[in-house]
Antibody, heavy 117, light 112 residues
C-alpha cells in the first residue's frame, strides 16, 4: 500500500523558516516525480513545486520562487520543502503528492503550516 | 496562467439523481505529447483530495463507475450518474498541461 506521511508543520512568525517532510513507502520513490500542493484555510488548491525523479529538475509557482526549495533523498524515500521568508499568505495545509503534477496521483494527509505573529 | 472556471460552484442534488460539473480552461489543454492533462479530484469533508479521473476520462482504480469524465480542448465535464450520500464534498478540476498547473475553485456538492 502506498503511504505518504507529511510532518514538520507548525506555527512560525512572518519572515521565519520551516522545513516540512514527506516519508514515502509502498512504491518505488526514486522512479517518480513528486509534488507539493497546498490549501489555504477554507480555500482551494495550489500546486507549489515539483521535482524530477533524480532531483535534476525543479519547478516552482511564482508566489514561492526564491523562497521555497523542494528536494528529495531517494535513499531515505523522503521529500522535503524548505520554506524561508514565510508570509502570512503561506498559511496552509501542505500535501505531498505522487507524480509531476500533470496528473497528481496519491496524496498524503497533509501537514499544517501557520504563519502568524 | 491558465484559468480553470468551474460551474456551478454549489450543487444541491437529490439522492439517486444525476449531477454534472462543468470545467472550462482559458487555453487548450492538449499537450505536445498528444495527451490532454485534465484531472478531477474529490475532497470529502475533513479529508485529503482524491483523484477520480485523469487525462479527461480515465477513471482511477477503486472509483465507482457512476463517475465519468468527458470533454476536449477547453471544455470538460464530470458526471455522476446517480448521486449517493458518500459523494458529498468538493470537486476540483485541474490542468497539468501548462505550467504552473492550476485548479478550479471547486464545486461543493450537497444532498438536497
Amino acid at each position: 500500500e502506498v503511504q505518504l506521511v507529511e510532518s514538520g508543520g507548525g506555527l512560525v512568525q512572518p519572515g521565519g523558516s520551516l522545513r516540512v517532510s514527506c516519508a514515502v513507502s509502498g512504491f518505488s520513490f526514486s522512479s517518480y516525480w513528486m509534488t507539493w500542493v497546498r490549501q489555504a484555510p477554507g480555500k482551494g488548491l495550489e500546486l507549489v513545486a515539483n521535482i524530477k525523479e533524480d532531483g535534476s529538475e525543479k519547478y516552482y509557482v511564482d508566489s514561492v520562487k526564491g523562497r521555497f526549495t523542494i528536494s528529495r533523498d531517494n535513499a531515505k524515500n523522503s521529500l522535503y520543502l524548505q520554506m524561508n521568508s514565510l508570509r502570512v499568505e503561506d498559511t496552509a495545509v501542505y500535501y505531498c503528492v505522487t507524480g509531476s503534477g500533470r496528473s497528481p496521483g496519491i496524496w498524503g494527509q497533509g501537514t499544517t503550516v501557520t504563519v502568524s505573529s | 496562467d491558465v484559468v480553470m472556471t468551474q460551474s456551478p460552484l454549489s450543487l444541491p442534488v437529490t439522492l439517486g439523481q444525476p449531477a454534472s460539473i462543468s470545467c472550462r480552461s482559458s487555453q487548450s489543454l492538449i499537450y505536445s505529447d498528444g495527451n490532454t492533462y485534465l484531472n478531477w479530484f474529490q475532497q470529502r469533508p475533513g479529508q485529503s483530495p482524491r483523484r477520480l479521473i485523469y487525462k479527461v476520462s480515465n477513471r482511477d482504480s477503486g472509483v465507482p463507475d457512476r463517475f465519468s469524465g468527458s470533454g476536449s480542448g477547453t471544455d470538460f465535464t464530470l458526471t455522476i450518474s446517480r448521486v449517493e450520500a458518500e459523494d458529498v464534498g468538493v470537486y476540483y478540476c485541474m490542468q497539468g498541461t501548462h505550467w504552473p498547473f492550476t485548479f478550479g475553485r471547486g464545486t461543493k456538492l450537497e444532498i438536497k
